[in-house]
């Protein structure tokens, strides 16, 4: 029988579950924030416990609070980069595809799953929200499902809805939801998404990750027609493109009409644009992610970042040295597959410097190998585009020189000239 929670104050943890335990913690938008602030707050009682983590974008997950639990997770995306770089994210390498698998064999402890979802409708059932990705799978795996019921979540449909009677805990709340603004894009962005407009064919359908980059490429297909998404996670930049027509997702190939997503990671305005609306569809991992499904789609264009590029096209979207900045994500799920759907591509789009100046087109990865150089079609900086392709070893280092900073350039060329001869 489901217990109900009408203040955060009565819910005392400690009286469900023993230290040491496991909690999965829905992410990003999607954290429920009453119960994770409650979770740290008692987490003393629940001394040596482990919380499993995909991304974050509130300020809850403090480092001190690593002196009681145990943080795990995908890496460190959003605000979780100052638990990796504390060093009390212990981060789990593994493809987004990975992750339900791994907490239905118990690979990933999930003894407690903490959940936000919207009110209950007339049939007893919740929407999942603005996160469906793995939380089925964790409230199927898990003892205790609590569950924050928000009243300012949206209705989205989604593949099978929680059912009233799967939760054993309901906390109902009233809380704003977690928002992350659109990446704010300048120059350099602009001149990346340029040099992909063209690249991107009509009727193409669309993954995309978070960040600048991918914010400028969507804003530069306005004009386009008859886009499809089919995305592990969208923002408010593709609710733009659904309400400018843009996107119509008539040729996708698969789920015609509905754009497919795992996360809704945004503002109040894609919030409120995704409630009850039909052509919207929140489905798990396991169909987002899998490559069946994703081998029905038609020219798939996968569009996603790196920390690194080397001269060869192996790419780095995880570490720099022993600083876990990333994660392997979904990145690698939706390469393969771009880049092996007809008229489909997968792109690696990326800056040619960072902050400080350094190139990020580098002779050697200083971080492991997220996605292998035969996955990646294309690799973009403001500087143009890098068609790999078909091409060499030596051919493919001219073609990264090529799209390098030209401050960098004669560094890279001479640093592959060591490694390979001809280069």
């Known amino acids: 029988m489901t217990v109900h929670v009408h203040s955060i104050d009565r819910l005392d943890f400690s009286r469900h579950v023993r230290p040491g335990v496991g909690f999965v913690v829905g992410q990003a938008a999607g954290e429920p924030s009453t119960l994770t602030r409650a979770l740290v707050g008692q987490r003393a009682a629940l001394s040596g416990s482990t919380v499993f983590l995909g991304s974050g974008f509130s300020t809850t997950f403090q480092p001190e609070h ?16 100052r638990l990796a770089t504390a ?44 996160i469906a990705d793995y939380v089925r799978a964790a409230v199927a795996r898990a003892s205790l499902v609590v569950a924050e019921v928000n009243a300012r979540v949206p209705w989205t449909p989604c593949e099978t809805p929680l059912r009233s009677d799967e939760i054993d805990i309901c906390v109902h709340t009233d809380e704003p939801l977690i928002e992350v603004p659109p990446a704010p894009f300048g120059d350099t962005e602009r001149r990346i998404a340029a040099h992909l407009q063209a690249a991107i064919p009509e009727r193409a359908t669309l993954q995309m990750g978070i960040g600048a980059v991918p914010e400028a490429v969507v804003a530069s297909l306005v004009d386009h027609r008859d886009l499809g998404i089919h995305s592990g996670m969208i923002g408010d930049s593709v609710a733009m493109l659904m309400q400018r027509g843009a996107v119509t997702n008539a040729a996708k190939g698969l789920d015609p009409g509905v754009t497919v997503t795992g996360s809704l990671i945004g503002t109040s305005m894609l919030y409120r644009f995704a409630d009850r609306n039909r052509s919207l569809l929140l489905r798990p991992s396991s169909y987002t992610h899998s490559g069946a499904h994703l081998a ?88 143009g585009l890098a068609k790999l392709g078909g091409l060499t070893l030596r051919e493919r280092i001219r073609a990264m020189v090529a799209i390098a900073a030209p401050e960098h350039r004669e560094t890279l060329l001479a640093a592959a000239r060591r490694h390979w001869k001809g280069a």
């Open 296 to 383: 029905s789609l038609r020219r798939l264009v996968s569009i996603n970042s790196a920390l690194e590029v080397d001269l060869t096209g192996q790419v780095n979207a995880e570490a720099i040295g022993d600083s876990y900045l990333g994660a392997v994500g979904g990145q690698v799920d939706f390469v393969r597959a771009a880049a092996r759907s007809p008229d489909g591509l997968s792109v690696i789009a990326l800056p040619a410097t960072g902050r400080r100046g350094e190139s990020r087109i580098v002779a050697a990865l200083s971080g492991p190998v997220t996605t292998a150089r035969s996955d990646v079609d294309v690799v973009a900086t403001e500087h």
């Open 66 to 81: 690593g002196d009681h639990l145990r943080f795990r997770g995908i890496g460190g995306i959003g605000s979780l980069r």
């Open 87 to 130: 060093g009390v994210l212990d981060p789990l390498p593994c493809h987004i595809s990975s992750i339900a698998p791994l907490i239905a064999r118990g690979d990933i402890a999930c003894d407690v799953v903490l959940l936000q979802v919207s009110r209950a409708n007339r049939q007893g059932e919740h929407s999942f929200g603005l």
